[in-house]
DNA sequence: CGCTAATCTAGAACAAGTTACAGACTTGAT
DNA sequence: ATCAAGTCTGTAACTTGTTCTAGATTAGCG
């Protein structure tokens, strides 16, 4: 889970030219630009195309669909958001603590652009089957930022059932945040909340015995 | 919370006729059966108005648009359900399993009409602003449900919170199930990992003193 | 009954996601 | 350098949600 550059991007189906890795950059560029001011409505696949200078087909050929478009442009950002969060880990004493910092924290980032937020969560929850594979990987990706908040190498199966616990809470609660329909100070208190699910499924084991 | 069906269907605006009262439940039920099979995408406003015997322009009079009928769809649903789980109310002993128990059982009534639940969900979590107050509604039912399974008549702030951790992991259990990334032993962990919250938010309070 | 406003119908029109296709351009191997 | 296969471009067409409009129906009221 340290630096692993496997499933970043493509899972390296055909290896993907030079030119071609720089248009699906400027497509993720484009789409992630326009989701900024508009939110999902404004990701048109015409003006993504346009905007990323490319045909309509060729975007199509890259991203099967505005809702792979958009998970794709969810997973680059995780990505970002991964690494920055590594150059400052979160200081609480107990796991807990911790994780409910780094989802606030993440939190705070999204709020700077909620547009862009909406267009992502919003592809994400309404994705299909058929983007199961991508949707999975932003899952991991969310997983791996718990985990590392949480400080644990191998977590047990009960650990992992409240980290998705708390990923289902995290994806909900930004959505009611995102739609109106709740505020920040209760997206605080339900993400402490549902935090608190780590001191009970790893209660006996870590107490940091300062190895 | 008793018998109050004033925010049950339209806030009454203007009191609707018979025959608009008709129309209304001929579209929700054409609604539903569309959705029962093939999902959010075969509900399609055409053919939603031509099930319901009813001209497109009436459609959208009644539901401004695809989304706020697929969630007034869910409305109908949760209240049926509501009226049936309090014909068998929950047995377990404590709160938290009453209300796990209550999930699950919800959960294997839309496993019988997976189609529908997964368009209706995916309506309410795809609801932007202008569908919030609709989508209270539900959610608002949804916590009646709840709360009636824990027997908790004046809930705290921290009971509220817990319940809406609740609601989120449900909706969003619910997805990663209906799109095939998630089996059903682990939607059934992952309700009863979040339920646990519940002994944890109301500790000292009701122990069952068998008053 | 006869009038008026609101509602309903049928159907066209528009918007944005998606697909299809003919022709130009790249790439990689010979 | 040349050829074949694959890719990209530009553009039109198709689908489905949504809006609009003109004329028929209905509801409420004197």
Excluded at 6 to 30: C, F, G, V, Y
Excluded at 179 to 195: L, W
Aim: glycine share 4%.
């Amino acid at each position: 889970m340290t630096a692993d550059n496997r499933a970043d991007h493509r899972p390296a189906s055909p290896p993907l030219t030079e030119r071609q890795e720089a248009r699906r950059r400027r497509i993720l560029n484009a789409s992630a630009q326009l989701a900024a001011r508009g939110g999902f409505d404004a990701v048109q696949m015409r003006e993504v195309a346009e905007a990323a200078g490319v045909a309509l087909g060729t975007l199509y050929r890259y991203f099967p669909s505005k809702i792979h478009l958009l998970v794709a442009t969810m997973q680059d950002q995780l990505q970002h958001m991964h690494t920055t969060l590594r150059k400052r880990p979160p200081a609480g004493a107990d796991p807990a603590e911790r994780v409910a910092e780094t989802l606030m924290r993440a939190f705070r980032a999204l709020q700077r652009e909620p547009q862009l937020a909406d267009a992502m969560v919003r592809a994400l929850t309404f994705a299909d089957r058929s983007v199961s594979p991508e949707v999975d990987t932003v899952s991991r990706l969310t997983t791996a930022i718990i985990l590392d908040a949480m400080g644990t190498e191998h977590p047990t199966p009960g650990q992992l059932s409240a980290v998705r616990v708390i990923e289902h809470t995290w994806h909900s609660a930004l959505i009611t945040w995102l739609s109106g329909r709740a505020s920040i100070a209760q997206v605080k208190i339900d993400i402490e909340t549902v935090c608190r699910l780590i001191d009970l499924t790893a209660p006996a084991r870590t107490p940091e015995p300062t190895v």
